[in-house]
């Protein structure tokens, strides 16, 4: 069984960043990627990035080039740094693990309004 616990949400100024963070415990042997996801009020939760297990990436298109996400493996804990954040990405940011099973974190909110 997986525990993720993200952090590292809060508010933020359009054209700010933030730093997400998820804390992983638990049994890790070998997993098949990671994530983030974004769920705004009244909408589907939707992928923003994704690590796989191999090391390649792929985002939204959306935050290419805005969002990086990566991870410390010494620390077992995944990122999401985003920077030049729009109104828009508000919402619940999810992270995701993803092996024989899958499981998700709590949520980190994120409010980007001035």
């Known amino acids: 069984q997986v525990q993720l616990v993200e952090s590292g949400g809060g508010l933020v100024q359009p054209g700010g960043s933030l730093r997400l963070s998820c804390k992983i415990s638990g049994t890790i042997f070998h997993f098949y990627a990671m994530g983030w996801y974004r769920q705004a009020p009244g909408k589907q939760r939707d992928v923003v990035a994704r690590i796989f297990s191999v090391g390649n990436t792929n985002y939204a298109d959306s935050v290419r080039g805005r969002f990086t996400i990566s991870r410390d493996s010494a620390k077992n804990t995944l990122y999401l740094q985003m920077k030049n954040l729009k109104t828009e990405e508000a919402g619940v940011y999810y992270c995701?693990?993803?092996?024989?099973?899958?499981?998700w974190g709590q949520g980190t909110q994120v409010t980007v309004s001035s």
């Open positions: 995701n693990f993803r092996s024989a099973s899958e499981s």
